[in-house]
């Protein structure tokens, strides 16, 4: 029976694979059955022995999934976002493409919710800013 690592060099090198890597990821689809079955014509054809009798292997129940879902970090666009430094100090973070440009700015608090309420004054903030200097543009392009 060809079988183990030196069984699988031996095939290689019959079979004309460089090595036993190449002949085993060559034929990994190979099923249990049809390795037995090969076995079987081995030893009959080397023995001349009728094969030994074989056990089916009982099918088992796959092991459940420890699979657990992970909310992302990411948030909806135009919301910042906001990360904790240390134990005590929080960090909200906005930074729009203004002219091609990202404008960031930072704003920081002793807890989440205080840094959430920060940052959304500044987005405010940012947000009025940013329609003023379009509009400050707007008359300087008609006139020109």
């Known amino acids: 029976m060809v079988n183990g690592a030196g ?3 031996t095939l290689s090198t019959i079979i004309g694979h460089v ?3 190449t002949t085993l990821n060559t034929y990994t689809h190979v099923t249990d059955a049809m390795r037995q079955n090969a076995a079987d014509k081995i030893d009959r054809g080397i023995e ?3 094969p030994k009798p ?3 292997p009982v099918p088992q129940k796959p092991v459940p999934s420890t699979f657990q879902a992970h909310k992302g970090q990411r948030r909806k666009p135009g919301t910042g976002c906001v990360s904790q430094i240390n134990d005590h ?3 909200g973070r906005y930074s729009p493409i203004v002219n091609g440009q990202r404008m960031a700015r930072n704003v ?3 807890t989440e919710a205080e840094c959430e309420k920060k940052l959304a ?3 405010r903030e940012m947000k009025a800013e940013i329609v003023a200097g379009k509009n400050r543009m707007k008359p300087e392009n008609i006139a020109g």
């Open 7 to 9: 069984g699988s060099l």
């Open 19 to 21: 090595s036993s890597a």
């Open 48 to 50: 001349r022995a009728e």
């Open 54 to 56: 074989r056990q089916e």
């Open 89 to 91: 100090l929080w960090e």
């Open 108 to 110: 920081y608090a002793k």
């Open 121 to 123: 004054e500044l987005i």
